[in-house]
């Protein structure tokens, strides 16, 4: 039987946190990861030498479980965030959870979450944050030796405000990450390095920032929170590539590489691309992508006193293609569109 959905109102929901029934939670102790299951208590208790508080041994994961138009629960290929997560743990000296034991503990938080998890075609999701924190104590600095695995869950709306209107970014002038450090994983340390750079776009109307790459400041890389795509005159999707290594190998950016080339039969091209490409008009459209971001088109970009606007449809209208890549990735979540294999997993 069906849980009965919680009395929320799921249309006017933002992305913000608000705990529900369960959490995950397992423990590395003595070299090993212990059984793990769900738990009511939604806070934790370390101590104050814990190595998470003082060299910042800290990964996540963000994906989003959906209910399709046929009333399913499903997650979108969460393979790949186990296998994301236990790249990020290793390039920190963390023990990687094992990738198995990842999917099924989604599955097992998920499902018992059900009457969190938003009804289909209300523009909600359930987001689903697993971490790993060093838990074990430490002063000199090391590795700790033990940590906690958890997954909290909460229902959310779009990321960014305008949600499928077009946003604004500014190019910042710090860096997110630096140059074949840890940029391509999915660690806090970067979101603490760009929460300055963060909070001055707010505070300046931005929904986000272009980082550039940090060696050279010529180069695309990310924003603060989601992958950039272009699309070219030809309508080619350009999709920029890192030569520093400090670009998060978003799960959405590949997927809407083989959507748009398999699916949707268009030219796809991933290679460095120059931020000077930009300020010459090379791009009529312009989006970010990512588990919280889906598509989020970019109207413009500015940098300092320049402003370059993408394509007719400006701050204005969504573009074309954005339009029918979000289109066809939702409908894919929603259970409307087949997708390829495996990228679909019922919990
Ligand atoms: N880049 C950054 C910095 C992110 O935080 C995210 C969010 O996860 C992404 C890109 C998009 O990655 P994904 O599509 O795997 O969610
Ligand atoms: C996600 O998209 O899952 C992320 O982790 C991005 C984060 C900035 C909310």
Not at 31 to 38: D, N, Q, R, S, V
Not at 164 to 191: C, Q, S, W
Request: aromatic fraction near 10%; charge should be negative; charged fraction near 20%.
């Amino acid at each position: 039987m069906a849980a009965e959905k919680k009395d929320i109102d799921w249309g006017s929901l933002g992305f913000a946190y608000q705990p529900t029934d369960y959490s995950y939670v397992c423990n590395y102790k003595d070299g090993a990861w212990e059984e793990g299951g769900l738990t009511t208590d939604h806070t934790l208790t370390l101590s104050e030498c814990a190595g998470i508080f003082h060299y910042c041994q800290e990964v996540f994961e963000g994906l989003k479980a959906y209910t399709t138009k046929d009333g399913d629960i499903v997650c979108f290929r969460p393979d790949l965030n186990a296998s994301r997560m236990a790249d990020s743990a290793r390039r920190i000296v963390m023990p990687p959870f094992p990738e198995d034991k990842f999917i099924e503990a989604v599955k097992m938080v998920v499902k018992a979450n059900e009457a969190w998890v938003p009804p289909f075609g209300s523009g909600a999701t359930l987001y689903v944050r697993p971490f790993m924190v060093a838990t074990g104590e430490v002063i000199g600095v090391a590795p700790a030796d033990e940590y906690q695995f958890r997954i909290l869950v909460t229902p959310v709306g779009p990321y960014y405000s305008g949600g499928v209107k077009p946003v604004a970014v500014k190019v910042p002038e710090y860096d997110r990450a630096a140059p074949h450090g840890t940029g391509a994983i999915k660690a806090g340390l970067n979101y603490a390095m760009s929460l300055y750079p963060s909070v001055q776009a707010h505070a300046e109307g931005f929904a986000d920032n272009m980082f550039l790459d940090p060696m050279t400041h010529t180069y695309v890389e990310e924003s603060g929170g989601a992958n950039f795509l272009f699309v070219d005159q030809d309508g080619t999707l350009v999709v920029p590539q890192s030569h520093t290594d400090s670009i998060l190998p978003s799960i959405t950016r590949r997927s809407l590489v083989t959507v748009a080339r398999d699916m949707l039969g268009m030219t796809v091209v991933e290679r460095p691309v120059e931020f000077a490409e930009v300020q010459a008009g090379a791009f009529v459209e312009c989006g970010m992508c990512g588990t919280a971001a889906v598509i989020s088109p970019v109207g413009k970009v500015v940098n300092g006193d320049e402003e370059i606007v993408f394509g007719e449809g400006g701050m204005e209208h969504v573009g074309p293609v954005m339009q029918k890549l979000r289109e066809t990735l939702t409908g894919i979540q929603a259970g409307e569109i087949e997708g390829p294999e495996g990228w679909i997993v019922k919990v």
